[in-house]
Protein backbone atom coordinates (compact mmCIF):
# COMPACT_ATOMS: atom_id res chain seq x y z
CA UNK A 1 0.00 0.00 0.00
CA UNK A 2 1.73 3.46 -0.81
CA UNK A 3 1.97 6.11 1.28
CA UNK A 4 -0.29 8.65 -0.30
CA UNK A 5 -3.15 5.51 -0.39
CA UNK A 6 -2.85 5.08 3.29
CA UNK A 7 -2.88 9.13 3.69
CA UNK A 8 -6.31 9.32 1.50
CA UNK A 9 -7.44 6.32 3.33
CA UNK A 10 -6.96 8.35 6.63
CA UNK A 11 -8.92 11.40 5.55
CA UNK A 12 -12.14 9.35 4.08
CA UNK A 13 -12.20 7.39 8.32
CA UNK A 14 -11.72 11.04 9.50
CA UNK A 15 -14.49 12.37 7.46
CA UNK A 16 -16.58 9.63 8.49
CA UNK A 17 -15.93 9.49 12.23
CA UNK A 18 -16.77 13.46 11.77
CA UNK A 19 -20.03 12.67 10.45
CA UNK A 20 -20.83 9.66 12.74
CA UNK A 21 -19.60 12.72 15.79
CA UNK A 22 -22.43 14.69 14.22
CA UNK A 23 -25.26 11.96 13.88
CA UNK A 24 -24.46 11.58 17.84
CA UNK A 25 -24.60 14.91 18.67
CA UNK A 26 -27.97 15.57 16.66
CA UNK A 27 -29.13 12.52 18.82
CA UNK A 28 -27.87 13.69 21.98
CA UNK A 29 -27.57 16.55 22.08
CA UNK A 30 -30.10 18.47 19.93
CA UNK A 31 -33.05 17.48 22.17
CA UNK A 32 -31.34 19.07 25.05
CA UNK A 33 -30.88 22.21 23.26
CA UNK A 34 -34.54 21.87 22.12
CA UNK A 35 -35.97 21.85 25.45
CA UNK A 36 -34.40 25.42 26.31
CA UNK A 37 -34.73 26.84 22.76
CA UNK A 38 -38.38 25.05 21.27
CA UNK A 39 -37.88 25.98 18.05
CA UNK A 40 -35.05 23.37 17.69
CA UNK A 41 -38.12 21.29 18.21
CA UNK A 42 -38.64 20.25 14.92
CA UNK A 43 -35.30 19.14 14.19
CA UNK A 44 -35.69 16.83 16.80
CA UNK A 45 -38.33 15.38 15.69
CA UNK A 46 -37.10 15.53 11.63
CA UNK A 47 -36.71 11.94 10.15
CA UNK A 48 -35.01 13.66 6.78
CA UNK A 49 -32.44 14.44 8.98
CA UNK A 50 -31.23 10.59 9.99
CA UNK A 51 -32.02 9.93 6.30
CA UNK A 52 -29.45 12.63 5.36
CA UNK A 53 -26.51 11.47 7.28
CA UNK A 54 -27.49 7.68 6.19
CA UNK A 55 -27.12 9.05 2.34
CA UNK A 56 -23.51 10.57 3.48
CA UNK A 57 -22.70 7.97 6.01
CA UNK A 58 -23.21 5.29 3.17
CA UNK A 59 -21.09 6.00 0.25
CA UNK A 60 -18.50 7.43 2.43
CA UNK A 61 -17.78 4.17 4.74
CA UNK A 62 -17.51 2.57 1.34
CA UNK A 63 -15.23 4.66 0.34
CA UNK A 64 -13.11 4.66 3.24
CA UNK A 65 -13.28 0.76 3.70
CA UNK A 66 -13.18 -0.75 0.56
CA UNK A 67 -10.38 -2.90 -0.21
CA UNK A 68 -9.74 -6.76 -0.41
CA UNK A 69 -9.91 -8.11 3.01
CA UNK A 70 -6.42 -9.72 3.42
CA UNK A 71 -6.93 -10.61 6.98
CA UNK A 72 -9.91 -11.76 9.45
CA UNK A 73 -9.21 -8.07 11.21
CA UNK A 74 -9.84 -6.40 7.90
CA UNK A 75 -13.30 -8.63 7.88
CA UNK A 76 -14.22 -8.03 11.81
CA UNK A 77 -14.23 -4.17 10.59
CA UNK A 78 -15.99 -4.26 7.73
CA UNK A 79 -18.85 -6.65 9.45
CA UNK A 80 -18.52 -3.79 12.05
CA UNK A 81 -19.23 -1.22 9.64
CA UNK A 82 -22.06 -3.03 7.74
CA UNK A 83 -23.43 -3.46 11.26
CA UNK A 84 -23.54 -0.19 12.13
CA UNK A 85 -25.00 1.28 8.63
CA UNK A 86 -28.07 -1.57 9.15
CA UNK A 87 -28.41 0.09 12.54
CA UNK A 88 -28.39 3.21 11.11
CA UNK A 89 -31.13 2.39 8.42
CA UNK A 90 -33.19 1.22 10.83
CA UNK A 91 -33.04 4.55 12.85
CA UNK A 92 -33.81 6.47 9.55
CA UNK A 93 -36.80 4.06 8.62
CA UNK A 94 -38.12 3.52 11.80
CA UNK A 95 -41.34 1.99 10.51
CA UNK A 96 -40.83 -1.66 12.16
CA UNK A 97 -39.64 0.14 15.68
CA UNK A 98 -40.64 3.81 16.13
CA UNK A 99 -39.84 4.15 19.56
CA UNK A 100 -36.49 2.85 19.05
CA UNK A 101 -35.17 5.13 16.33
CA UNK A 102 -32.63 7.39 18.71
CA UNK A 103 -31.42 4.67 20.08
CA UNK A 104 -30.60 2.30 16.65
CA UNK A 105 -29.11 5.57 15.25
CA UNK A 106 -26.59 5.69 18.62
CA UNK A 107 -25.71 2.52 18.29
CA UNK A 108 -25.27 2.60 14.43
CA UNK A 109 -23.14 5.56 14.92
CA UNK A 110 -20.92 4.01 17.35
CA UNK A 111 -20.24 0.89 15.75
CA UNK A 112 -19.37 2.82 12.33
CA UNK A 113 -17.00 5.05 14.80
CA UNK A 114 -15.57 2.22 15.60
CA UNK A 115 -15.07 0.99 13.04
CA UNK A 116 -13.21 4.09 11.20
CA UNK A 117 -10.82 4.15 14.07
CA UNK A 118 -9.85 0.74 14.12
CA UNK A 119 -9.66 0.97 9.99
CA UNK A 120 -7.45 3.67 10.22
CA UNK A 121 -5.20 2.06 13.44
CA UNK A 122 -4.85 -1.07 10.96
CA UNK A 123 -4.16 1.39 8.33
CA UNK A 124 -1.10 2.72 10.03
CA UNK A 125 0.42 -0.42 11.28
CA UNK A 126 0.64 -1.64 8.13
CA UNK A 127 1.99 1.40 6.72
CA UNK A 128 4.47 1.04 9.39
CA UNK A 129 5.23 -2.58 9.21
CA UNK A 130 3.83 -3.18 12.66
CA UNK A 131 0.77 -5.13 11.05
CA UNK A 132 0.94 -8.28 13.94
CA UNK A 133 1.66 -7.39 16.83
CA UNK A 134 2.00 -11.06 18.66
CA UNK A 135 4.62 -11.54 15.36
CA UNK A 136 6.76 -7.80 16.30
CA UNK A 137 6.76 -9.33 19.86
CA UNK A 138 7.97 -13.12 19.00
CA UNK A 139 10.68 -11.52 16.70
CA UNK A 140 12.10 -9.71 19.59
CA UNK A 141 12.83 -12.27 21.74
Known sequence: MSQAHDHSGSAWDSSAVGLSGLCLAHCLALPVAAAALPSLGALV???WVHILFLLFALPLSVIALWRKPDSKRDIAI?????VGLGLLAAGAFPDRWPELDEQLTILGSISLVTAHVWNRWTASRRATGRSNPRRSAKSRH
Open 45 to 47: EAH
Open 78 to 82: MALAV
